[in-house]
């Protein structure tokens, strides 16, 4: 394409040749009078193809794109292609959005993109029906005005988003839906939420089962473990050749009650779909109740040579189930007991750290290895089996305290070396924290 300066000089030197030509042959006022009408008739027509063009502007379709000569054919034609460039790349995007409507569309799950602010910024159609949302009203709305759910609204203030959150739904308590936020770019947040009934009500009949198998096994088992210790208590019933055998069945006997408690409770909190208790707590009498218990176990595992160390910030408190958390708290210092040799340490600490309250059992016990951290919760998964029957664990301790902190919005940290200790910490959220005003002495 011929470069659009190169012709308007072009025009400037041959209107200046004529004029040039006219002087010699006429005179100045000739070649200045002609000089001058060929300027004017430049400029109005380029101020004609500027007016075709602000014309055009206003319906810019491409077909009655205006013709040119001249200099103004090189514009209008760069103009032209720019434009069908700007349609293609135009094409291809709203093709990439269709795909992409359409693939979000298909996705099982409803799907809610929430701004800095927690407003609704875009969702799909199954979310609108799922959370009962109207995007083309609901837009730029905060989502806490349409999902009042208060233990929602804590999980989401809370930024404890590794575990999901279960929500019932307000038009049918019969649904339930998962909800998963993921963070990225910009401080935007990703609601996914799934429709859990159907593997909600297949987890309720695993749960009713466990805990009907469990209360049937109870009294069989209390009857034999009542036989046995009554046989046992019987002078000259049980040779002493047996003697070994029934100490070893009442102790078996013992752990599958456990086993069978422990399932119990584990079943009753997994059904529990209400929210924990909102009381106030006083934890630093609840941590001392913790501490006269591992006191207590310790001594009875006869290690009582444990060195049990309590760290409270008597300023504080926290809010939720007593009576669920001191069970949780009760696991993990039972476990940094049984799983410490004789004259170790436990230290149990209560404190604040960037604005989250904090539980932590600290041990300097044997440790666990990296590979194994990750399924500590799990039922019945252990370490070492046969360092595990003989500390008389059931295996289920951490998989109680791990639904007892979803229930809290907390979730459990660790970290561990082989040969130092562990260290398992509870991390709740600033929406449970209640600070207590202590009284300095005057």
């Known amino acids: 394409m011929p470069d659009i300066r190169l012709k308007a000089a072009s025009f400037g030197c041959t209107l200046s040749a004529i004029c040039l030509f006219l002087w010699l042959i006429s005179s100045a006022t000739v070649a200045l009078l002609v000089f001058s009408i060929g300027l004017l008739l430049y400029l109005v027509s380029h101020i004609s193809y500027l007016h075709k063009l602000h014309l055009w502007f206003k319906n810019p379709v491409l077909k009655e794109m205006p013709e040119g000569s001249g200099v103004w054919e090189d514009v209008l034609t760069s103009l032209l292609q720019y434009e069908r460039n700007n349609l293609s790349k135009e094409m291809q995007l709203s093709a990439a959005l269709e795909r992409f409507n359409l693939t979000a569309d298909a996705i099982p799950d409803g799907l809610v993109i929430l701004s800095p602010g927690n407003e609704i910024e875009w969702c799909t159609p199954r979310a609108e029906s799922q959370l009962g949302f109207n995007l083309s009203t609901d837009k730029n709305l905060p989502i806490v005005n349409l999902l009042r759910d208060s233990h929602f609204i804590a999980y989401l203030y809370s930024n404890a988003f590794g575990e999901p959150f279960k929500l019932k739904s307000w038009r049918d308590p019969d649904i339930i839906f998962e909800i998963q936020i993921i963070p990225f770019a910009n401080r935007q947040k990703l609601l996914i939420c799934r429709d859990m009934t159907q593997l909600e009500k297949v987890d309720a009949m695993r749960r009713d089962f466990i805990a009907n198998v469990s209360h049937e096994l109870r009294t069989p088992l209390t009857v034999v473990g009542g036989f046995l210790e009554t046989l046992s208590d019987m002078e000259g019933a049980v040779p ?34 209400e929210a924990p208790d909102d009381s ?81 059992v600290r041990d300097t016990g044997i440790g666990i290895e990296q590979q194994h951290i990750d399924r500590l919760t799990e039922r019945f998964y252990r370490v070492d089996r046969s360092r595990s029957r003989e500390t008389g664990g059931t295996g289920l301790g951490l998989s109680i305290v791990k639904h007892i902190l979803i229930r809290h919005q907390a979730k459990l940290e660790i970290a561990s070396k082989i040969g130092v200790g562990s260290t398992f910490s509870i991390v709740f959220p600033k929406s449970r924290i209640i600070h207590k005003k202590v009284n300095m002495p005057a």
């Open 240 to 273: 002493k050749a047996l003697k070994t055998y029934f100490t070893m069945m009442e102790e078996q006997t013992d752990r599958m009650r456990r086993i069978i408690e422990d399932l119990l409770t584990l079943s009753s909190i997994e059904s529990n779909t």
């Open 280 to 360: 106030k707590i006083d934890m630093a009498g609840l941590l001392k109740t913790v501490q006269k218990d591992a006191l207590g176990l310790s001594q009875g595992l006869k290690k009582a040579e444990h060195k049990i160390h309590l760290e409270v910030d008597p300023t504080l408190n926290l809010s939720g189930s007593r009576d669920e958390l001191l069970s949780a708290f009760s696991n993990l210092v039972s476990n940094a007991i049984r799983y410490t040799p004789k004259g170790g340490e436990i230290f149990i600490d209560w404190h604040i750290h960037h604005k989250q309250a904090i539980f932590s």
